[in-house]
């Protein structure tokens, strides 16, 4: 084998390997994961509200985060515009950090609620509640209960 082959040899090998390495690079995603956190859902069909307490884990901007509510698996007819102050189907203003006018960042310890209000379905005693949480479209949580 003569010298020149040898070197053609070893620059085909070369190309070769930057162009896998280079694709493999390509592939590699280092998208960050979404806020993990856990959460704890209370229903009143009495008074048709919904409590989220955050019970521990990262905090959520609430300016990114939305909410779906589903009862007795039908979601709502209007969903809660997290944060808001007086939405359609809602009744009044939302307590805590889904209140547009409390700060936006949802901490352990901090309890969020809303009255649903001329809505469908509408939510009564022994309804199956599920709320989905959802940063920058990234499920946080999905809570169920029973309410009461």
Do not use: Y
């Not at 070197?7 to 280079?22: D, E, M, R, S």
Request: with cysteine; net charge negative; aromatic share 4%.
């Amino acid at each position: 084998m003569s010298p020149v082959v040898a070197v053609l040899i070893l620059v085909a090998l070369t190309v070769c390997l930057a162009a896998v390495v280079a694709v493999g690079v390509g592939a590699w995603s280092l998208e960050s994961p979404g806020p993990t956190a856990n959460f704890e859902l209370e229903a009143d069909g009495n008074d048709s509200s919904i409590a989220i307490e955050h019970v521990a884990g990262d905090s959520i901007d609430v300016d990114a985060l939305s909410v779906t509510i589903e009862i007795d698996g039908t979601e709502l007819d209007a969903q809660p515009p997290i944060p808001f102050v007086g939405a359609k189907g809602f009744d009044g203003a939302p307590d805590g950090p889904f209140n547009a006018k409390s700060d936006s960042t949802w901490t352990s310890g901090e309890r969020a609620g809303v009255s649903i209000a001329n809505n469908s379905p509408t939510l009564a005693a022994g309804d199956s509640v599920t709320v989905t949480l959802t940063v920058d479209g990234r499920r946080v949580a999905t809570l169920e209960t029973t309410a009461t």
